[in-house]
């Protein structure tokens, strides 16, 4: 005997409550993460000036925007081109899952708001688990660069971490990438996908994520100059900001291999402490990444609330527009 079918106005109950749930969740491990630490971003932001943090907040969205293009340009190259406002709910308001403990929350999230889309849930976590190595291979070779540019002996440390790069190269090729996407889908007994990744678009993902890892340096850079830089002779403005550029990617780079902590907190700032040593003492340096990781996550609030807030008067707009044509 057949169950009953689900009404759909439960069924859209069923879903707001599992969305605000999923938010209550996510915006309240954000939280805990601001209160265990708030004597010390607390005494980081009264050196700072609000205009330091105003740039830096800026910068900070700039960098969250270049990483949703990062995504959207994956998945559109897949065969779901989704409009920007569109894009930009499902993935600012899937990234605050990043806050909960597991490594899989914003895929969830992606995958159930895409679906609503016309997403399939393959194609939103092909375009998920994509974007992790291109900002992976693309931020190991800008801090590669950047710090080698500025102070080729900072990254003598971290060599280890930079024998990835011609790994990712080669894993990513689209060739390469097709053949594991197919036969990962075949072993979970999945439809292979229906377009397969191509050069041009892992490229336009790639310039996104260069873009990104820019906004992310000039983020860190706003907050270092206020902070006092304890830089060799000739290191200028511009080296400064080259320097946060490469300091802020491999840190993140180091972070983002620890899947056990919700958004890598606690090895981004212990990687961020030490990569930017040779500019900050100890105690600055503290400083500096605790308070970028409160403006990363005020900047992750706003993104998610601004975006949610265009794609309901986007949806508002053509249910009017809709209605007057019926009239």
């Given amino acids: 005997m057949t169950p009953p079918a689900v009404p759909a106005s439960r069924a859209s109950a ?8 999923f938010l209550a ?15 010390e971003i607390r005494d980081g932001f ?12 800026v910068a900070v969205v700039a960098a969250l925007c270049g990483g949703m293009m990062t995504w959207r340009a994956l998945l559109a190259d897949l065969g779901s081109p989704l409009p920007l406002r569109a894009g930009a709910r499902v993935f600012f ?24 889309l016309g997403v399939p849930r393959s194609r939103s976590a092909a375009a998920f688990f994509l974007t992790l190595p291109v900002q992976l291979g693309s931020g190991l070779l800008v801090s590669g660069v950047t710090l080698s540019a500025t102070l080729p002996g900072s990254v003598a440390p971290y060599a280890w971490a930079f024998l990835l790069v011609p790994v990712l190269a080669v894993a990513f090729r689209p060739r390469v990438v097709n053949a594991v996407l197919g036969f990962g889908l075949r072993r979970l007994g999945r439809e292979p996908l229906e377009r ?25 850079a706003a907050i270092v100059s206020d902070l006092g830089p304890r830089a060799s002779p000739g290191f200028s ?3 400064t900001a080259a320097f946060c550029v490469g300091a802020f990617a491999l840190s993140w780079c180091l972070g983002i291999m620890t899947f056990v902590v919700p958004a890598g907190a606690g090895v981004r700032e212990v990687a961020m402490v030490a990569v930017l040593a040779p500019v900050l003492d100890r105690g600055p340096a503290i400083a500096v990444a605790l308070c970028s990781r409160i403006v990363i996550i005020a900047g ?11 794609a309901r008067r986007a949806e508002g707009s053509r249910e009017d527009h809709a209605s007057g044509k019926a009239v």
Avoid: N
């Fill in 46 to 57: 009264a050196r700072l000036s609000w205009t330091s943090v105003a740039l830096s907040l």
């Fill in 93 to 116: 308001v899937g990234q605050l899952g990043k806050y909960i403990p597991g490594s899989l929350w914003p895929v969830i999230a992606q995958m159930e708001m895409g679906r609503e």
């Fill in 196 to 220: 397969p990744l191509t050069r041009r678009g892992v490229l336009t993902a790639l310039g996104w994520a260069l873009a990104g890892w820019t906004a992310y340096g000039l983020h860190l």
């Fill in 237 to 239: 403005a511009l080296s």
């Fill in 25 to 39: 969740l996510a915006l309240g491990f954000g939280a805990w993460v601001v209160v265990r630490q708030w004597d």
């Fill in 300 to 310: 992750d609030l706003l993104c998610a609330g601004l975006a949610g807030l265009a």
């Fill in 14 to 21: 069923v879903k707001r409550l599992a969305r605000f749930a």
